[in-house]
Structure formats: C-alpha cells, structure tokens
C-alpha cells in the first residue's frame, strides 16, 4: 500500500512499488495546453515533427490534449480585430476536424470519459486570448458552439478585456491599461460562465487574475504558469495568486516553459525533477486537488525528459518516485481539471 492505493492494482512489483509504466497506462492523462501549427503545418494524424501528434499522443498515452484557438495580440482597433475574430472561428473549426475520424472531440466531461473507457484520443478545443472575441463579449456564445471549454483572458499585451502580466511596447502598451479586468472583461467572464467555458487566467496581470477570481461564477484556473517564489518571471504565480485560486476552488497546471522553471534557463538545462518541483510546491502551498500538469507543447514547452507528447511516462515516474499515490497521480494528472470542467458545465445549465 501506498498513500492508501492497493499497488496490485497498478502492476506493482511486490515489493511494495507501484509500477509507473502500467500505473501510467491505466490513467486518464490531460495536458491542459498544446498550440496548433497555424496556418499550415503537418497533419495530426501523422508522426511529425511537431511535439504532439497523434502517433506521440499514443506513444505516450496522453488520452486528451486541449488545443488552443491561439490568437497573437494585435492592434485594439476595428481591423486588428475583425482579424482576431476571423483567426479564432478559422482554427476552432480546424481543431474540430483535426482528428480525421481517427480521434474524437470531446465537448463534455461524459464524452472525455467514455472516449478514455473506449481507448480514444481526446481532443478538446480552447481559445487563447480574449481578444478573438473583437470587444463583443456575446461571440462567446459561437466560440461554444465550437466546442471550446475555456478561454485565456488575454496573451502578451493588453487587450479590451484585461490587462496582460507582459504588456507590449510595441502596441502602445503601458505597465496597465485598464487596472486589471475592463467592464467587457466582467462581462465576457459571465458569458463564458453562461456558457460552460473555464476562465484561464494564464497571461493576465495579478491585477486582472484576482479581479477575475472574484468576478467568476465558477472556479477560474491557469492552464499554463509556473510558481514566481522558484523562478521570478511576470508570467508565474506568487503565493497570494496561488491561495486565491485555491480558495474559490480553481487550479494552476504547472506548465513546461523552460524559461518559467528556471530563470533564463534552455530546454536541454531543465529536467523532469525540475518541472515537478514546481508542482509539489504549489501542492504543499495549496493542495493536491488544485494542482494539475500541462506542457504548452508546439507553443513553447518541452525540455530534456519532457520533450513531446511520447515522454508523458516521465512525469509519472517522477511522481511516482516522490511518494505520489495513484489516486494523488491521477488527479494531476486530469481528474482536477474535469472536476472544475464539470462544474462550469453544471453552472451552465
């Protein structure tokens, strides 16, 4: 026994060890944050060169990956916009026919079940930056309709709804623009709550991410940050961000940045036991229940041990190894994430 789980149910060897490898094929894996190569790029469904595809996704039994609609910040004017919204109708509708019938979109929590009892591969559709939306907060409603589960309040720079933790001088951008949320941030917060979207708060100023703790009907979660007390960076979470996302019921996914790990550091300077670092000090600063993992593979993320999708089973051994249950393994591993994806869903209806 370990932490409570009967190990001979993960394939434990006896001698009171789970077995990472078959602990690891049993779970229902999600990573929170994969870009898309945008507008070309290889095909899904084939082995690539990309850091996650669906030959990887199986490799490594990463059941569900959530796929971000990503939308770079550009001028807070009637073109810039107009573009951002056309960007983000144009990739959701591709991510939704990305799977080629080989893997399945998955728009709820009971579909991402069924699909992991079935042994399929999950793709889930997101947005990342608010301001695909164009300063129209009802386009929510279309991004939904599209099967996207959460929307990241803003990206580099400031944006109409919220002001970004990078702001860009080359846009205009001073330190704040609005002092956190905008009133179209508040009211875009509610229309995704409206319509069983997540709040990520990943990019955001501090400013913007508590204000919108607060405004959110359901718990909001960063889908890819790290924590600022290990690795001083605009983008990491501090102590007060991380206490507040645990006290309305949300989550941070830790994320493999390597630069958000380790100050200044490359992919081949950071590990796997750095990466978990991050992880168990928001777990022991937190809880279990709101930590989760998530790469931003093809956006930045991977490192030595974590490179692509195929190497997920790393991570498990690591957990493993640092004394981590398999009820404790499966919950950072996606059973956090659905527990607040259910919620959003529930409030929505």
């Keep these: 026994m370990l932490g409570g789980v009967d190990l001979g149910a993960w394939g434990g060897d006896g001698c009171g060890m789970i077995d990472p490898i078959a602990l690891h094929r049993s779970l229902l894996t999600i990573d929170t944050h994969i870009d898309i190569p945008w507008p070309e790029g290889p095909q899904f469904v084939d082995d690539t060169r990309r850091r996650v595809d669906l030959p990887k996704m199986q490799k490594g039994h990463m059941v569900a990956g959530c796929f971000a609609a990503y939308v770079p910040q550009s001028p807070r004017t009637p073109e810039g916009h107009a573009s951002a919204y056309a960007r983000a109708i144009a990739m959701l509708d591709f991510i939704n026919l990305m799977g080629a019938g080989k893997a399945r979109v998955c728009r709820t929590v009971d579909a991402i079940e069924k699909a992991h009892r079935d042994g399929a591969t999950v793709i889930v559709p997101c947005v990342e930056n608010g301001h695909a939306l164009a300063g129209q907060p009802e386009r929510v409603v279309e991004f939904a309709r599209r099967g996207a589960r959460y929307m990241t309040l803003s990206h580099n720079g400031h944006n109409v709804l919220c002001d970004s933790s990078n702001p860009r001088p080359d ?8 002092g956190g949320l905008s009133a179209l941030g508040r009211e875009a917060i509610l229309e995704m709550n409206r319509n069983g979207l997540l709040v990520d708060v990943a990019h955001v100023s501090k400013a913007s991410m508590m204000q919108a703790a607060e405004a959110s009907r359901t718990p ?56 978990v670092d991050h992880l168990d000090y928001a777990v022991k600063r937190i809880g279990l229940d709101h930590v989760g993992i998530s790469s931003d593979f093809d956006g930045g993320g991977g490192f030595s ?20 249950d398999a009820k404790a393994i499966a919950a950072l591993w996606g059973g956090n994430f659905m527990r607040i994806l259910r919620l959003a869903e529930q409030a929505a209806s």
Excluded at 243 to 250: E, P, S, T
Excluded at 259 to 275: C, E, H, I, M, S
Aim: proline share 2%; charged share 25%.
């Design 171 to 178: 846009l205009n951008d001073g330190e704040k623009l609005h």
């Design 220 to 275: 909001v979660l960063s889908t890819h940050s790290c924590i600022k007390a290990l690795c001083d960076n605009p983008r990491n979470l501090d102590d007060e961000q991380l206490d507040v996302l645990r006290d309305v019921g949300g989550m941070v996914n830790i994320t493999a940045v390597s630069g958000f790990l380790k100050a200044g550091a490359k992919p081949d300077q950071v590990t796997v036991a750095d990466y």
């Design 305 to 324: 041990g974590w490179k692509d999708a195929s190497e997920c089973g790393a991570m498990t051994a690591e957990l493993v190894k640092r004394g981590y």
